[in-house]
Each structure stands twice: as C-alpha cells, then as structure tokens.
C-alpha cells in the first residue's frame, strides 16, 4: 500500500508560481506512475498530469501544457508539480495518486486522465489564485 501526502498549496496572485510537493511511503516508489489531479468546487475532478516510473514519459492536460511541470525524485520519495503562470481557472483542490503500473495510459498532451487508473490517492492541498 502507497500513502501519499502532498503539501505546498497555498493562495497566490494569477500569474504566480508555486511548487507542489507529494511524498511517498509504504511502498516502493518507483515502481509507480505518478499523477497529479484536481477538483475545483462543484467540478468534478481532473487529471493535470501523470509520469511515468522513470520518468521518461509525461502527460499533461491540454490546459496546462506549458505552464506545469511534472516531476519526480525517487531517491526521495517524491513527486513535484511546478506550477506557473497561474490563472484563477486553476484554483482547485490538488490531489496526488499512484497507479499500480510503471506507465501512465497516455503520453503527450490530452483531454483527459482517467481517475480509474489509479489505486492510491493522497488527501490534498488546497490551490487559490486570485485574480
């Protein structure tokens, strides 16, 4: 069983930049893609972005693209998103999520990133940019 718990959420003005941070335990780290979602209120929740286990493929969400960056340290048990040109469309609850598989289900840019996917979710940290 993974546990996951992310920090670095916090308000910031709209075209500011932060860094999420979400740390793994219980479970060999590597051995999982890793992925970022989110939900704004009354929204339902949306992949921003998964990696593979080694990192050599990444997958962003159409509206991201560009402005987020997905990484990974498995030396310390850690996945980051870097998040900049902040608008306030990307307020929203930021959840962090592991998949039984070393692959996310896709790579590149797209419309979506199936929740299903994925076995173990962290509790999430709390996004608001103001504008």
């Known amino acids: 069983q993974v546990l996951l718990m992310e920090s670095g959420g916090v308000s910031v003005q709209a075209g500011g930049s932060l860094r999420l941070s979400c740390t793994a335990s219980?479970?060999?780290?590597?051995?999982?893609?890793m992925a970022w979602f989110r939900q704004a209120p009354g929204k339902e929740r949306e992949g921003v972005s998964c990696?593979?286990?080694?990192?050599?493929?990444?997958f962003y969400l159409h509206p991201v693209k560009g402005r987020f960056t997905i990484s990974r340290d498995n030396a310390k048990n850690t996945l980051y998103l870097q998040l900049n040109s902040l608008e306030p469309e990307d307020t929203a609850m930021y959840y962090c999520?592991?998949?039984?598989?070393?692959?996310?289900?896709?790579?590149?840019?797209?419309?979506?990133?199936?929740?299903?996917?994925?076995?173990?979710w962290g509790q999430g940290t709390q996004v608001t940019v103001s504008s």
């Open positions: 990696i593979s286990a080694g990192s050599s493929l990444t």
């Open positions: 999520a592991a998949r039984t598989s070393t692959n996310c289900r896709y790579s590149g840019v797209g419309h979506s990133l199936p929740g299903s996917d994925f076995n173990y």
């Open positions: 219980g479970a060999t780290f590597r051995n999982y893609a």
